[in-house]
C-alpha cells in the first residue's frame, strides 16, 4: 500500500515554546488510523501542523507532494478535510448553509446537490433542522453537521480532532459507526485523535501513541488493544 | 402636520445617507473588528473623482459607474498595503493607521481639488417630488439609490457563493479557511464594496452640503450614531439605524427650542453614548445562540 500521508520529523512551535519534538509516522490510503494520546501530548497539535495552522519545521507529504508552507486554505484544497476541536460551526448560519460552505471550492453544482442529500442520509436528524441556525443545534448534532460538513469536500483525507469530546456515549457509537462506513464506502482516509483510546481502538485499524510531542508507540490497533502495558502506561484503562 | 410629515420625509432621505455610510462601516468592522475612521474621508475623495470626471466631459451616469468601479478598487489596495500588514497588530495601531488614512486623504484632496467648496449636481434634479411640496425629486432618488443598493446587497450576500463565502469568513474565520476560503482576499473584498459602497453616499449627498474635502466630516458621525443604534454586528440594523438616526436628527432639530442645525451633531454624539450605556449590542446586534 502506498502511503498517502508521510510525516517526518515534524516538529511545531507555539511561539517559543516547542510542541512537537520530531513526529514521524504515515497514513496507508484508506486506512483509518488514531493517534492517542493524553493531553497535551501534542495530537491537535499534529493536525494543525499538516494544515498549517501553526508554526512548524520538518516535512509533510500528501500524495508524493510536499506541502511546505501552503497555506491553511490551500492545503484544504489538495482534498484534506479538517473537522476541528470545538467543531468549527457557523453558528449564526444554517445548517444547509453549513454544509454548502463544505463544498465552497468546488463548482460541481449537481453533484454537491446530490452531496447534501447524501449527507442528510448519513445524518438523517440534519435534514430536519436544515434551515434551523447551527449554532441551535446540541452538541452530537453539531459534531455530526461538522463531519458532514468536511465530506462536503469530497476529502481524500480527512483529519477529526476529538469528535467524542462532550458527547454522550451513545452517540458517540453512531458517530463512530459512521466514520467507519464513510471509510470503507466511500474511501476516505481518517486521521482521528482521540481521547477515548478504548473506542478508537475499537474503529482504528492503524494507532499511533504520542507522549510529550513524540511517538512512542505505534502498530495494527488490536495490537495495541491488547498490549496490557501499552494500556497501563500510556492509555490509562 | 404638514412640517412634521415634512421633516419625517427629509430625515427618510438623509437617512439614507447615514444607512450607507453605516453599511459600509459595519462591513469593515465584520471583517476586520475596527471601525474605519477614514470611511468619510475614503468617499469624500471618490465623490471628487466622480466630480473630476464629469469636469473631463463623462456625462453624470458614466461618472457614477466608473467611480464605483475606482473606489471599489482603490479599498481593496487600501486593505492590501495598509490593513493587511496590521492585521495581526494591536488595536491602538490599527487606529493609528485608520487616523493616518484619515489625514492622508483629506489633505490630498485639498492638495489636488483645494479646500474651496464647489457645486455638486444631482441627477434627480431638486423639483417637486411628482408635484408634492413634501420632498424633492433628489431626497426621492437618494432614498431609491439606498433601497436598490441594500436589495442588491442581500441578494449577494444571501444567493452568491461569494457572498456566502464572505459570510463564513467574517463568523468563523478559522473554520472558514478550514473549509478553503481565502479569508485575507474576503476581508479585502469587503473593503473594495465598503468603499464602493461609501461612494454612493459621498455623490448622493454632496449635491446637499456641496463638495469640499471636510464634507463627510459630519456625515461618518451620524452614520457612526446608525451603526452603534442598530448594532455593530448587524447590516440590516445599520441600515434601519441609518433611517432612525435620519429621522430623529430632523424631529430634534425641528421641535426642540435651542438645538436648530448648530446642535445636531452634539445630537448624534449623545445618541451614540446613550446606546452604548443602555444597550451595548444596539437593537439588532444580537447576542448569538449557542448551545454546548
Same mark, same amino acid.
Request: charged letters at 15%; aromatic letters at 8%.
Given at each position: 500500500?502506498?502511503?498517502?500521508?508521510?510525516?517526518?520529523?515534524?516538529?511545531?512551535?507555539?511561539?517559543?515554546?516547542?510542541?512537537?519534538?520530531?513526529?514521524?509516522?504515515?497514513?496507508?490510503?484508506?486506512?483509518? &488510523?488514531?493517534?492517542?494520546?493524553?493531553?497535551?501530548?501534542?495530537? &491537535?497539535?499534529?493536525?494543525?501542523?499538516?494544515?498549517?495552522?501553526?508554526?512548524?519545521?520538518?516535512?509533510?507529504?500528501?500524495?508524493?507532494? =510536499?506541502?511546505?508552507?501552503?497555506?491553511?486554505?490551500?492545503?484544504?484544497?489538495?482534498?484534506?478535510?479538517?473537522?476541528?476541536?470545538?467543531?468549527?460551526?457557523? &453558528?449564526?448560519?444554517?445548517?444547509?448553509?453549513?454544509?454548502?460552505?463544505?463544498?465552497?471550492?468546488?463548482?460541481?453544482?449537481?453533484?454537491?446537490?446530490?452531496?447534501?442529500?447524501?449527507?442528510?442520509?448519513?445524518?438523517?436528524?440534519?435534514?430536519?433542522?436544515?434551515?434551523?441556525?447551527?449554532?441551535?443545534?446540541?452538541?452530537?448534532?453539531?459534531?455530526?453537521?461538522?463531519?458532514?460538513?468536511?465530506?462536503?469536500?469530497?476529502?481524500?483525507?480527512?483529519?477529526?480532532?476529538? =469528535?467524542?469530546?462532550?458527547?454522550? =456515549?451513545?452517540?458517540?457509537?453512531?458517530?463512530?459507526?459512521?466514520?467507519?462506513?464513510?471509510?470503507?464506502?466511500?474511501?476516505?482516509?481518517?486521521?482521528?485523535?482521540?481521547?477515548?483510546?478504548?473506542?478508537?481502538?475499537?474503529?482504528?485499524?492503524?494507532?499511533?501513541?504520542?507522549? &510529550?510531542?513524540?511517538?512512542?508507540?505505534?502498530?495494527?490497533?488490536?495490537?495495541?488493544?491488547?498490549?496490557?502495558?501499552?494500556?497501563?502506561?500510556?492509555?490509562?484503562? | 402636520?404638514?412640517?412634521?410629515?415634512?421633516?419625517?420625509?427629509?430625515?427618510?432621505?438623509?437617512?439614507?445617507?447615514? !444607512?450607507?455610510?453605516?453599511?459600509?462601516?459595519?462591513?469593515?468592522?465584520?471583517? $476586520?473588528?475596527?471601525?474605519?475612521? *477614514?470611511?468619510?474621508?475614503?468617499?469624500?475623495?471618490? /465623490?471628487?473623482?466622480?466630480?473630476?470626471?464629469?469636469?473631463?466631459?463623462?456625462?453624470?451616469? @458614466?461618472?457614477? %459607474?466608473?467611480?464605483?468601479?475606482?473606489?471599489?478598487?482603490?479599498?481593496?489596495? $487600501?486593505?492590501?498595503?495598509?490593513?493587511?500588514?496590521?492585521?495581526?497588530?494591536?488595536?491602538? /495601531?490599527?487606529?493609528?493607521?485608520?487616523?493616518?488614512?484619515?489625514?492622508?486623504?483629506?489633505?490630498?484632496?485639498?492638495?489636488?481639488?483645494?479646500?474651496?467648496?464647489?457645486?455638486?449636481?444631482?441627477?434627480? @434634479?431638486?423639483?417637486?417630488?411628482?408635484?408634492?411640496?413634501?420632498?424633492?425629486?433628489?431626497?426621492?432618488?437618494?432614498?431609491?439609490?439606498?433601497?436598490?443598493?441594500?436589495?442588491?446587497?442581500?441578494?449577494?450576500?444571501?444567493?452568491?457563493?461569494?457572498?456566502?463565502?464572505?459570510?463564513?469568513?467574517?463568523? %468563523?474565520?478559522?473554520? !472558514?479557511?478550514?473549509?478553503?476560503?481565502?479569508?485575507?482576499?474576503?476581508?479585502?473584498?469587503?473593503?473594495?464594496?465598503?468603499?464602493?459602497?461609501?461612494?454612493?453616499?459621498?455623490?448622493?449627498?454632496?449635491? %446637499?452640503?456641496?463638495?469640499?474635502?471636510?464634507?463627510?466630516?459630519?456625515?461618518?458621525?451620524?452614520?457612526?450614531? *446608525?451603526?452603534?443604534? @442598530? @448594532?455593530?454586528?448587524?447590516?440590516?440594523?445599520?441600515?434601519?439605524?441609518?433611517?432612525?438616526?435620519?429621522?430623529?436628527?430632523?424631529?430634534?432639530?425641528?421641535?426642540?427650542?435651542?438645538?436648530?442645525?448648530?446642535?445636531?451633531?452634539?445630537?448624534?454624539? *449623545?445618541?451614540?453614548?446613550? %446606546?452604548?450605556?443602555?444597550?451595548? *449590542?444596539?437593537?439588532?446586534?444580537?447576542?448569538?445562540?449557542?448551545?454546548?
Amino acid at each position: 500500500m502506498t502511503a498517502l500521508l508521510n510525516v517526518s520529523d515534524l516538529r511545531a512551535y507555539y511561539g517559543q515554546v516547542q510542541a512537537l519534538h520530531g513526529l514521524s509516522f504515515s497514513l496507508n490510503e484508506g486506512s483509518l &488510523t488514531t493517534l492517542l494520546g493524553a493531553n497535551g501530548a501534542g495530537k &491537535t497539535t499534529t493536525l494543525r501542523a499538516i494544515c498549517n495552522m501553526v508554526r512548524s519545521t520538518g516535512g509533510i507529504e500528501f500524495d508524493g507532494k =510536499p506541502l511546505g508552507n501552503r497555506s491553511t486554505e490551500n492545503v484544504v484544497r489538495l482534498g484534506i478535510a479538517h473537522v476541528p476541536q470545538g467543531r468549527g460551526t457557523f &453558528t449564526t448560519m444554517t445548517v444547509e448553509e453549513n454544509l454548502q460552505l463544505g463544498a465552497i471550492t468546488r463548482s460541481d453544482k449537481t453533484a454537491i446537490v446530490s452531496d447534501i442529500e447524501r449527507m442528510y442520509a448519513h445524518f438523517p436528524v440534519l435534514k430536519q433542522r436544515y434551515t434551523q441556525q447551527a449554532g441551535t443545534l446540541s452538541g452530537g448534532e453539531q459534531q455530526m453537521l461538522a463531519v458532514a460538513r468536511a465530506l462536503m469536500l469530497r476529502p481524500r483525507l480527512m483529519l477529526l480532532d476529538e =469528535p467524542s469530546f462532550g458527547l454522550a =456515549p451513545l452517540i458517540v457509537r453512531d458517530l463512530f459507526k459512521i466514520l467507519g462506513k464513510i471509510n470503507r464506502e466511500d474511501k476516505v482516509t481518517i486521521l482521528v485523535v482521540e481521547q477515548n483510546a478504548q473506542l478508537a481502538l475499537e474503529l482504528a485499524d492503524q494507532a499511533y501513541v504520542i507522549e &510529550t510531542g513524540r511517538i512512542v508507540m505505534s502498530g495494527k490497533a488490536d495490537e495495541i488493544a491488547n498490549n496490557e502495558d501499552v494500556r497501563k502506561s500510556y492509555l490509562g484503562y | 402636520m404638514e412640517l412634521f410629515t415634512n421633516q419625517v420625509l427629509a430625515g427618510i432621505a438623509t437617512g439614507a445617507i447615514y !444607512a450607507c455610510m453605516a453599511l459600509a462601516v459595519v462591513m469593515i468592522y465584520q471583517a $476586520i473588528d475596527h471601525l474605519n475612521f *477614514a470611511q468619510g474621508e475614503m468617499a469624500m475623495f471618490s /465623490t471628487f473623482i466622480s466630480w473630476q470626471l464629469m469636469q473631463w466631459g463623462i456625462p453624470y451616469w @458614466g461618472a457614477f %459607474v466608473l467611480t464605483l468601479a475606482i473606489s471599489f478598487a482603490a479599498g481593496i489596495l $487600501i486593505e492590501r498595503l495598509l490593513f493587511k500588514p496590521l492585521a495581526k497588530a494591536p488595536i491602538l /495601531t490599527n487606529v493609528a493607521g485608520f487616523i493616518a488614512l484619515y489625514a492622508i486623504i483629506n489633505s490630498v484632496a485639498g492638495l489636488i481639488w483645494d479646500f474651496t467648496i464647489k457645486q455638486y449636481p444631482s441627477p434627480f @434634479g431638486s423639483s417637486p417630488f411628482l408635484g408634492s411640496q413634501l420632498i424633492s425629486t433628489h431626497q426621492a432618488g437618494m432614498i431609491g439609490i439606498t433601497v436598490l443598493l441594500l436589495i442588491l446587497l442581500y441578494l449577494f450576500f444571501q444567493f452568491t457563493r461569494v457572498g456566502l463565502a464572505m459570510r463564513a469568513a467574517a463568523s %468563523v474565520p478559522e473554520s !472558514a479557511r478550514l473549509v478553503g476560503i481565502n479569508t485575507s482576499w474576503m476581508i479585502a473584498l469587503g473593503w473594495g464594496m465598503a468603499a464602493a459602497i461609501g461612494s454612493i453616499a459621498g455623490m448622493m449627498i454632496a449635491p %446637499v452640503v456641496f463638495l469640499e474635502p471636510n464634507m463627510m466630516l459630519g456625515v461618518l458621525i451620524y452614520g457612526f450614531a *446608525a451603526a452603534v443604534l @442598530g @448594532g455593530l454586528t448587524s447590516p440590516f440594523g445599520a441600515v434601519i439605524g441609518g433611517f432612525l438616526v435620519g429621522i430623529f436628527e430632523n424631529l430634534v432639530g425641528t421641535y426642540i427650542p435651542g438645538v436648530g442645525n448648530e446642535l445636531k451633531l452634539p445630537i448624534a454624539l *449623545a445618541l451614540i453614548i446613550t %446606546v452604548l450605556v443602555v444597550k451595548p *449590542a444596539g437593537l439588532f446586534g444580537r447576542s448569538i445562540v449557542k448551545r454546548v
